[in-house]
């Protein structure tokens, strides 16, 4: 049976299907990239903001335009909040909640039983593998739809996490990238109190794994003891911090818990310790009641962080959550204009931060070849950083981790020279 596998959104959504892949192929089933050739299609959707629902159900739309035969399996955020509006698109069979998506194997039609199929990670495949640690939210933030379409916090047995990895491993991925909706409570559920570094020191001692990063974490999940794990090299410096405005009183009608001192306190600690960190952020604009006086707070803490790049978002009504009944709603052109001046400042930061490790000789995951020159192959890969480096070489380096020398950088990638 061939199965194609969409997913939209978060890094947690990419880890749960890539875990449904690797299901599926072990029970028999075949994976394709075309849907047009396959029997079933299974689509993890987003809703965290209302163009995600929206892209969500386009793509639905979309497949079964393009596979008319196929049945159409839908799980996701989306499915979870709008299961009767995503019932209702052509050729969807079946909608699988939040909860129940780890069973959407035994779904599907089974395959023949001598059809169990070798899991090899073939030439081409991400370098990269996503692992879900953890999944749900007990912290409901006034915007935040995820509490409702993902459950409260519940973390996997450490030991299942690190069957995942050994195993990503032993297929030759270099790097494993934790997941989950807020991958700094993990183990609380669980009855741990530093849970996350429990997670990460058992990772970087009991598995060989080359490279681990993580995903998204909660600025107040940050232990002070953290930082000592970045004595293992094998732990990639870079932390994505969502802090969402830089102005006190819109953080507390967000109900956020790290308020913009904690914040730079915190960025000042971590870069103490951890040389040549790079700390990404997410910002909101136009939260209701986001007046210019706000804005302006906002930007202006947000341009003294040194961070090294942002992920600007619009704040987007979502059903249920309290955000949408307060008043002072912006107007989208409001939103737009805002959105439009911290991208530009994003932009700047990112320069910045390069300017800081231009010339330093990083390690790099070769990721893919982008093409060939005379002088050899066009090697595209990431720093532990996460920055992106492009480097010509006599052979393809895809899948290999060398060290790189960062040469100029200019359209979001530093031109590199690669040393084996």
């Known amino acids: 049976m061939k199965v194609h596998l969409r997913s939209l959104g978060c890094r ?15 029970g028999g089933h075949e994976l394709t990239g075309d849907p047009t050739h396959a ?23 979309e497949l079964g335009r393009r ?45 023949s039983p001598d059809a169990a199929t070798a899991i090899t990670r073939k ?7 996503f692992v879900k640690a953890q999944d749900g939210c007990d912290h409901a933030c006034t915007f935040c739809v995820t509490t409702l379409a993902r459950g409260p916090g519940r973390s996997r047995p450490l030991a299942e996490v690190l069957a995942e990895i050994q195993q990503l491993h032993a297929l030759n991925f270099k790097e494993a990238v934790l997941s989950g909706v807020q991958l700094g409570s993990y183990g609380r559920d ?57 102005c006190a009183a819109t953080l507390r009608r967000m109900r956020r818990r790290c308020s913009p001192e904690e914040f730079s306190t915190l960025l000042r600690d971590f870069r103490a310790r951890v040389p040549h960190l790079r700390v990404t952020t997410d910002v909101m604009v136009g939260f209701p009641g986001e007046d210019e006086c706000e804005y302006e707070i ?18 987007s009504p979502r059903p249920g959550t309290p955000a949408t009944r307060m008043r002072r709603q912006i107007p989208e052109s409001t939103k737009r204009e805002r959105s439009t001046g ?36 066009v090697n595209v890969g990431y720093t532990d950083t996460w920055m992106r480096v492009r480097a010509i070489h006599p ?26």
């Open 67 to 111: 596979a008319p035969a196929a049945r159409i399996t839908v799980t996701g955020c989306h499915a979870q909040l709008a299961s009767q509006e995503m019932r209702s698109l052509p050729n969807v069979l079946r909608v699988v909640g939040n909860m129940e998506k780890e069973g959407i194997v035994d779904l599907l039609d089974a395959p």
């Open 39 to 61: 029997g079933d299609i299974v689509v993890n959707t987003c809703s965290v903001t209302r163009e995600a629902g929206a892209d969500s159900r386009a793509l639905v739309r």
């Open 342 to 377: 911290l991208r530009q400042l994003g932009e700047s930061l990112a320069r910045d931060y390069a300017r800081e490790i231009e010339g330093q000789t990083q390690v790099v995951l070769w990721e893919q070849v982008a093409g060939a020159t005379p002088e050899g192959f």
């Open 12 to 26: 947690l959504n990419q880890a749960e299907m890539d875990a449904l892949g690797r299901n599926l192929l072990q």
């Open 190 to 246: 669980l009855g741990l109190k530093q849970g996350l570094a429990e997670l990460l020191r058992a990772i970087l001692a009991e598995t060989d794994i080359p490279r681990l990063r993580l995903s998204s974490l909660e600025p107040w999940d940050l232990m002070p003891d953290l930082p000592d794990l970045w004595q293992d090299s094998r732990l990639c410096r870079h932390l994505h911090l969502p802090l969402q405005s830089g």
């Open 395 to 420: 052979r393809p380096l895809s899948n290999e981790i060398t060290a790189a020398r960062l040469g100029c950088y200019r359209d979001g990638e530093f031109q590199a020279t690669a040393i084996l």
């Open 298 to 315: 906002s930007r202006d803490f947000i341009a003294r962080q040194a961070l090294a790049g942002l992920h600007v978002f619009r704040f």
């Open 123 to 129: 030439p081409g495949m991400r370098t990269r593998a």
